[in-house]
């Protein structure tokens, strides 16, 4: 189970850190938006230590700001109780074969009051816990270590399971780390491999101590933490503070106190290991999640998507069906009777299985041929993909799968949706519109006065060359009313055909037009419901991602 990020993310610094938000709770902050964006996304094993974190260091800034942890660790042997004795003058730590075999570290606090909620945090039992007020300690004012808690942790290298896990635990609550290493085992691995090398990060906030100095001899105690430093600069702790010391001399011992001294009183060690959390947790999740800026849906990747969409559908052919059979409908009925047979016989619409004289949403149960539908599914599904790959390139692996995954999530059935789309659109083309059926007339009035005016002008043509009488009727502008009449007749069919089928085309072109916004409309809705807005709260979620690991890398 992944762990939450508390609401005290949201915290109020102690003095440590500023009377105001300062940087560790900017960077706090953002890393826990960081992990909540990414919630889903990235592996819960990758998220759970940063959620950890933000949960421990909360606590850590809402708590004493007026002391530094201090922690103690070793290898049996290392003289590590020895050390912590000698800085507490207290009897406190059993060393040798005396030292308790319980998994609890020991902790001893110097005034002022605040430290037992630090203690507590850390799960401390009360009865390791000892308080040692400033007055008892007799050091110069340069060695005044009020405010120091000091953790002696269980061995590293201890046979007990409890002392390791109790040693990872507490390890991660200490605002400075104080490795106390041997003259016979300062090299091993256990201690390098396990914990040094991989706390590299944490150097700002470490230090080494070379305890037992007093068995090697003086002239090789130079070279001797010449090598430390040697060891620890190739393991990435370059800089860090080494002091040879003795617990049971004395040596060093007075160096190490100013050192921790300076460090309490500059405030700032707390703040520097909280920095440095945040650091390595923050980069641990953008090697994963990383940060590059991405481009995200842009107009060209909308609008290929609704272009394979409605080719999917086969809105281009329909609304290309809409504007023939209203121009061959419209022919049928405008154009000169003579050459309407010439007209396309069969209806563009009804060619795609559409009755032309009911909605065009009989196109969704075209679409259920069999055979037609899975090529649908198909060229959607390849649209989604091809939607969700220009969409998140750049991205790394799990924020790219996650993109792939919602532009599906709601797409399975998504030629379903299309088809109740252009149902939904319900776009009609009138069977008969008004000014057809009043050209239609007027189309066989001018055919009937061409007809009888040829009749009647041939039988006036026949009865000036023969004893046949026929009435020649009046005229009109000098001409006789038969030759009007076939001349009107042709002449009229013919150019009213015309300028019909002018009418016709804009009217074909209209409605397609209007039938394309319609269905188009109806398609983009699905698009943007099944496709485009799931791919664009993913798009965000990384968005503010990238915006807070940026910033809690600092």
């Not at 201890?158 to 605002?175: C, F, G, I, N, P």
């Not at 080494?242 to 617990?247: F, L, M, N, P, R």
């Not at 009046?474 to 150019?495: C, K, Q, S």
Request: charged letters at 25%; aromatic letters at 6%; one cysteine or more.
């Amino acid at each position: 189970m992944s762990a939450t990020i508390p609401a005290e993310a949201t915290h109020e610094s102690g003095p440590a850190f500023g009377g105001e938000r300062g940087d560790v709770s900017t960077r706090l902050d953002a890393l826990a938006a960081a992990v909540e964006a990414a919630r889903g996304r990235l592996d819960d094993e990758l998220l759970t230590p940063a959620a950890e974190l933000a949960e421990r260091a909360s606590e850590r800034l809402r708590l004493s700001g007026e002391h530094t942890i201090v922690a103690l660790a070793g290898a049996t042997g290392s003289g590590k109780s020895s050390v912590f004795n000698t800085l507490t003058d207290l009897e406190l730590a059993g060393v040798g074969v005396r030292r308790p075999t319980t998994s609890w570290a020991l902790a001893c606090a110097w005034g002022p009051e605040g430290a037992n909620g630090l203690l507590e945090w850390m799960g401390i039992p009360a009865r390791h816990q000892v308080s040692r007020m400033s007055m008892l300690d007799r050091s110069s004012d340069d060695q005044k270590l009020d405010g120091l808690v000091l953790l002696d942790l269980p061995d590293h290298d201890s046979t007990e399971v409890e002392h390791h896990l109790e040693m990872d635990r507490l390890v991660k609550y200490a605002d400075v780390l104080v490795w106390v290493l041997d003259p016979q085992k300062y090299a091993d691995a256990a201690i390098h491999d396990r914990y040094i090398r991989p706390l590299a990060s944490f150097k700002d906030v470490t230090v080494v101590l070379l305890n037992q100095i007093d068995r090697i001899p003086y002239e090789q105690r130079a070279n001797t933490l010449d090598d430390v430093r040697r060891i620890l600069d190739d393991e990435g702790l370059d800089g860090v503070t080494v002091i040879g010391t003795s617990a049971t001399r004395g040596d060093g011992i007075d160096e190490f106190k100013r050192e921790l001294a300076q460090r309490i009183r500059a405030k700032a060690s707390a703040k520097g290991r909280l920095n440095s959390d945040i650091t390595a947790s923050a980069t641990a999740l953008a090697e994963v999640g990383g940060t590059s800026e991405v481009p995200g849906i842009g107009p060209v990747d909308r609008e290929a998507l609704d272009v394979a969409l409605l080719d999917c559908v086969g809105v281009p052919q329909l609304v290309e069906a809409i504007d023939g059979s209203t121009r061959r409908r419209a022919g049928r009925l405008t154009g000169w009777p003579v050459t309407r047979w010439l007209v396309r016989r069969t209806d563009p619409l009804q060619e795609l299985g559409i009755d032309p004289h009911h909605s065009i949403s009989r196109l969704a149960r075209a679409a259920e041929v069999p055979g037609a539908a899975n090529v649908q599914r198909a060229q959607a599904e390849t649209a989604v993909r091809d939607f969700a790959e220009k969409a998140s390139v750049g991205l790394e692996r799990p924020w790219r799968d996650a993109v792939r995954e919602v532009s599906t999530s709601r797409a399975d059935d998504i030629v379903v949706s299309l088809d109740k789309a252009v149902v939904s659109a319900d776009v009609t083309v009138p069977t008969s519109a008004v000014w057809w059926r009043v050209v239609n007339v007027v189309q066989w009035a001018l055919l009937a006065a061409f007809i009888l005016g040829g009749v009647w002008w041939g039988l006036l043509y026949l009865s000036d060359r023969s004893a046949l009488f026929v009435q020649a009727g009046p005229e009109v502008a000098g001409y006789r009313l038969a030759v009007v009449m076939t001349i009107v007749g042709l002449a009229g069919g013919i150019g009213l055909s015309v300028l019909s089928r002018v009418a016709a085309w804009i009217s074909g072109k209209t409605l397609a037009r209007t039938a394309g916004r319609d269905l188009t409309e109806a398609i983009e809705a699905v698009a943007d419901e099944r496709v485009i807005e799931p791919v664009q709260e993913e798009l965000e979620a990384y968005a503010r991602y990238r915006t807070n690991i940026i910033r809690a890398r600092g």
